[in-house]
């Protein structure tokens, strides 16, 4: 069987894209098989993407298409918009540049296996795939042996992988701060969900997002409090019981505005996570406390998402674009297909400050709580 593929890879390759093979009993008699191995060895072309074939008309040479395989290896997305509208931006983005694109959902695997799909193992092995984008950090050694098979590949929200693109948490950080000192916030406080990847490394200093929050205040002629970069207690994360981003933001308040005056708690707060500042305005409408007034905020907002939809006029977005990652995830992976070195091992995607609109009335009566009652009026 492998050789009639090869001998018909071989045909395809002389008559080129679109070309159109010989009828199938010129091709039997060509090749001197059984119409059974002659339509096992057309399945498996046409399985790889090497031909096509249309019914009543004849078997063609299909266009010359890269493969791209999406390896998607995230756990928990706790209820995030963001990844479904990635995973939309990279099928337009493929479709666009002529691409296939395909996705493969990673699962626990056998001790002993490939760590990844058998179809995606087939995949890589069997040279369907050109390129691959690995989203998520679930999967270290599915990483690992996609690098070995020496498949072009970059990753994204993985701390893994030869080349990577990622979301600028140091910018955001940074942009989140310096928006905040600008509005006149004196106590700043930066805030980040337990699950997020960010929060780990600002807490443990493996990242500039930290020093650059102090040159920011440095600058602002602000005092820096380690306790205002808020966390779970200890005990909370070795139970697990962390909850939601949501739930998280929501504690947060209460554990930080519910000890302390407000004279003390942070007036301004930059929040990495928008799923988190979702929970923490339902709180800070629960404590009664007014968001643009007694407490300002700078938040990761992502384009087009409705997370935070309604609070435009009382929040700052620190806006990453879904559309900006995925044209540096294909700008890297088309580089490597190419051969070609990318000029950056590591691309960051930075914010967009996006300040707050014009209060809407209908905003400012939701959070304050003011009911007005109707005057009767008679003509």
């Given at each position: 069987?492998q050789?009639?593929c ?16 010989p009828r ?16 096992g ?9 090497v ?18 395989g999406?390896?998607?290896?995230v756990r928990?997305t706790?209820g995030?918009?963001f990844w479904?509208?990635l ?20 699962h ?8 990844l ?6 995949a ?8 691959v ?5 679930q ?11 020496k ?10 992988g030869?080349?990577r693109v990622?979301i600028?948490?140091e910018?955001?950080v ?15 406080g ?5 699950g997020?990847s ?5 807490l ?10 102090q ?8 005092s ?15 139970d ?9 933001g929501?504690?947060?308040?209460q ?13 301004g707060?930059v ?15 629960d404590f009664g ?16 998402s ?5 609070y ?10 879904p ?12 580089a490597?297909?190419?051969g ?9 995607v930075?914010p ?27 003509f």
């Amino acid at each position: 069987m492998q050789i009639i593929c090869d001998q018909l890879e071989a045909m395809a390759a002389r008559l080129g894209p679109n070309g159109r093979l010989p009828r199938v009993q010129d091709l039997r008699l060509e090749l001197g098989v059984s119409l059974k191995t002659l339509d096992g060895a057309l399945r498996e072309l046409e399985r790889r993407g090497v031909i096509y074939r249309m019914h009543g008309v004849g078997v063609f040479v299909a266009p010359q298409q890269k493969t791209i395989g999406l390896v998607y290896a995230v756990r928990h997305t706790y209820g995030s918009p963001f990844w479904d509208m990635l995973v939309e931006q990279m099928r337009l983005r493929a479709e666009a540049g002529h691409e296939r694109f395909r996705i493969y959902m990673t699962h626990p695997m056998p001790e002993g296996s490939v760590p990844l799909p058998q179809e995606l193992v087939e995949a890589v092995t069997g040279g369907q795939l050109q390129g691959v984008i690995f989203v998520g950090d679930q999967n270290q050694d599915g990483v690992h042996w996609l690098e070995s098979q020496k498949v072009p590949m970059v990753t994204f929200a993985s701390p893994h992988g030869l080349y990577r693109v990622g979301i600028s948490h140091e910018a955001i950080v940074e942009s989140g701060a310096r928006e905040m000192a600008r509005q006149g916030c004196r106590r700043i406080g930066v805030w980040s969900p337990f699950g997020n990847s960010f929060r780990s490394s600002i807490l443990d200093a493996t990242s500039n997002a930290l020093d650059l929050f102090q040159t920011v205040l440095k600058e602002a002629h602000l005092s820096f409090s380690e306790e205002r970069i808020w966390r779970l207690r200890d005990e909370v994360y070795e139970d697990k019981k962390t909850g939601s981003y949501q739930e998280q933001g929501y504690r947060a308040v209460q554990e930080v505005y519910g000890s302390q005056s407000l004279q003390e708690a942070p007036d301004g707060l930059v929040i990495i996570n928008d799923l988190m500042t979702s929970g923490a305005l339902a709180a800070f409408r629960d404590f009664g406390l007014r968001v643009g007034e007694d407490v300002k905020i700078a938040t990761h907002s992502n384009k087009s998402s409705n997370v935070l939809m309604g609070y435009e006029s009382l929040l700052s977005h620190l806006e990453i674009d879904p559309t900006a990652l995925v044209g540096a995830l294909f700008e890297t992976l088309e580089a490597l297909m190419k051969g070609e070195t990318p000029a950056q091992s590591r691309r960051y995607v930075e914010p967009v400050v996006v300040r707050p609109e014009p209060a809407k009335a209908i905003l400012h009566l939701l959070q304050t709580k003011t009911v007005f009652t109707p005057m009767a009026t008679s003509f």
